[in-house]
């Protein structure tokens, strides 16, 4: 299940080490509760997940890769995954922990929350969080910003993020993913691996 190159800097995580490599598929959405458990059980710092046990799986690297879901029935979860990939472009680097800002600010971009604002004014809420890793807000917001068309007529074109998330979406749905979360390991849904795994049934079944 290979990444696009371009998205290696930023939506691959390698941790451990060891001869053998295991590849660790996450797609999640961000708006998914329920991916939120998940991701807090594997990367939540202080609270003993799995990012910071990987060295108890003895002689393996993990490499885990993030695969972005937007799920259609929240129409925002499109604008916070056109978030992180703006993130991605501007600061690869900081991807991950952007993600983290995200899932812990869930709850303020649920459909409650994001009814009444235009597209606008929600990316313009995800520019305060994408400052928060050092993501200039203007810059951010350039790539996010769907500008008019040359000839003044309707354009539907998206904006400067709309083709990174496409590889993802097709990549999902070709494969038959279409719930959050959703684990893969070398390749291979495991549904055993789901919110309510815990982190000692990751470390052995990643052990094996």
């Known amino acids: 299940m290979a990444l696009p190159p371009k998205y290696a800097a930023s939506h691959i995580l390698e941790l451990g080490s060891g001869d053998e490599t295991v590849n660790v598929d996450l797609f999640v959405d961000f708006n998914c509760p329920f991916s939120k458990i998940i991701w807090d059980k594997i990367e939540n710092p202080g609270t003993n997940a799995l990012f910071e046990r990987v060295g108890e799986v003895k002689g393996r690297k993990l490499r885990f890769v993030f695969r972005n879901v937007p799920q259609p029935w929240h129409p925002q979860s499109t604008l916070l995954h056109e978030a992180s990939l703006a993130v991605g472009q501007l600061a690869p680097s900081k991807f991950w922990e952007f993600a983290k ?108």
């Not at 350039?142 to 309707?154: C, F, H, Q």
């Not at 999902?172 to 893969?184: S, Y």
Request: charged share 30%; hydrophobic share 35%; net charge negative.
């Open 101 to 208: 800002i995200l899932f812990d600010h869930q709850p303020e971009f649920f459909d409650t929350e994001c009814a009444d604002e235009t597209r606008g004014e929600t990316y313009k809420r995800l520019s305060k969080l994408a400052a928060e890793v050092g993501v200039e807000e203007s810059k951010f917001l350039e790539l996010l910003t769907v500008g008019k068309s040359k000839d003044g007529k309707p354009s539907n074109t998206g904006n400067a993020v709309t083709n990174d998330l496409k590889p993802f979406v097709r990549f999902h749905r070709q494969n038959g993913v279409h719930m959050t979360p959703t684990v893969a390991i070398n390749g291979i849904v495991d549904p055993a691996f789901e919110s309510s795994t815990p982190v000692d049934v990751w470390i052995e079944k990643l052990s094996k």
